[in-house]
């Protein structure tokens, strides 16, 4: 069975940083694109990050350039998200989602973590 | 401001059919090469995958679910409405052009 389970959100002052992790199991994580969605509060879902199944390829919305990173470690079955210089509009569930097919086609989600910028 | 454009809600009584569209430009649905998904999600849960590849079912989802895409405007079309078919809706892909991904505002279906 396909799971993936987020981890790292949590409550965070502006300009502070938080990492998240996906953990993955019941498939070969290494195979797939991974991908990081948002969704605010009472919002749509955004689309964050990106990354190739290889890690060699990452993209990012224009949202969250330079300030969030996304990763992956093939040998833990883990994908990471990296958020530095956060601001209250990153406050949001945050979904990590498997892409087959490259085609941002998402099959599977996990329940998401929350990350709360405040002071 | 999303980058496909779907409608804030729509609504039908049970057993009827609905549809719902979405939106977008040259560079997104409009480009031969891009696919277009929906998604489908209860307040509270994630979001689940309804369609693929415009048209695709996933192992799961009923054929009262089905896809099209026709020039820059996917379109989700629900037949046989049940209550549990509420709750909202997404369309979503790439944009070759800005090089993201790109998710509709979503759509709101109620059930009457």
């Known amino acids: 069975e396909v799971q993936l389970v987020e981890s790292g959100g949590g409550l965070v002052k502006p300009g502070g940083s938080l990492r998240l992790s996906c953990a993955a199991s019941?498939?070969?994580?290494?195979?797939?694109?991974m991908n990081w969605v948002r969704q605010a509060p009472g919002k749509g879902l955004e689309w964050v990050s990106s990354l190739t199944a290889s890690g060699s390829h990452k993209y990012h919305a224009d949202s969250v350039q330079g300030r969030f990173t996304i990763s992956r470690d093939n040998t833990k079955n883990s994908l990471y998200l990296d958020m530095n210089s956060l601001r209250a509009e990153d406050t949001a569930i945050y979904y990590c989602?498997?892409?087959?097919?490259?085609?941002?086609?998402?099959?599977?989600w996990g329940q998401g973590t929350l990350v709360t910028v405040s002071s | 401001q999303s980058v496909l454009t779907q409608p804030p809600s729509v609504s039908a009584a049970p057993g009827q059919k609905v549809t719902i569209s979405c939106s977008g430009s040259?560079?997104?649905?409009?480009?031969?090469?891009?696919?277009v998904s929906w998604y489908h999600q209860v307040p509270g849960t994630a979001p689940k995958l309804l369609i693929y590849d415009n048209n695709k079912r996933p192992s799961g989802i009923p054929d009262r679910f089905s896809g099209s895409k026709s020039g820059t405007t996917a379109t989700l079309g629900i037949t046989g409405l049940q209550t549990g078919d509420e709750g909202d809706y997404y369309c979503g892909t790439w944009d070759s052009s800005l090089e993201v991904g790109v998710f509709g505002g979503g759509t709101k279906l109620t059930v009457l």
């Open positions: 989602a498997r892409e087959p097919a490259g085609n941002q086609d998402l099959d599977y």
């Open positions: 019941g498939f070969t994580f290494s195979m797939y694109s």
């Open positions: 040259d560079s997104n649905i409009g480009d031969r090469g891009r696919f």
